[in-house]
């Protein structure tokens, strides 16, 4: 049997900004931690839905629409698969959340961007 994983002790291990860090799976699906400061680029998961769950700091959700969510501590929202959004934060703070989608996820969806991760440091 493995041990409970402490995620904040996991947040500790990095401080990179939109750089997720695996730290278990279950089911075909990776649960991966972020540090995330000021905007992302614009991107949708054509067959993958994406949860965001945070743990400090308010993230913002831009969609093509016009509307924009907020999720603030404690609370989760789910983006569903091939719909556009634009994670970004307010005034410099810095989010931390947990996301959970399918282990093949690409990070930015078919946008290739400087921020793009294409391979996942795993936290042990």
Not at 80 to 89: A, D
Request: no cysteine.
């Amino acid at each position: 049997m493995s041990k409970p994983i402490n995620v904040l002790e996991k947040f500790s291990q990095f401080d990179e900004h939109w750089t997720p860090h695996v730290i278990s799976e279950l089911n075909g699906q990776a649960v991966k931690l972020a540090k995330v400061k000021g905007e992302f680029v614009w991107h949708d998961h054509a067959e993958e839905d994406e949860l965001f769950l945070i743990y400090r700091g308010t993230l913002f959700l831009d969609f093509r629409d016009g509307e924009t969510v907020a999720i603030s501590p404690g609370e989760f929202y789910v983006v569903p698969r091939g719909v556009e959004h634009r994670p970004y934060t307010k005034d410099e703070e810095e989010v931390w959340l947990l996301l959970l989608e399918p282990i093949g996820t690409k990070h930015t969806g078919e946008v290739d961007h400087e921020l793009t991760v294409k391979e996942y440091k795993r936290l042990d």
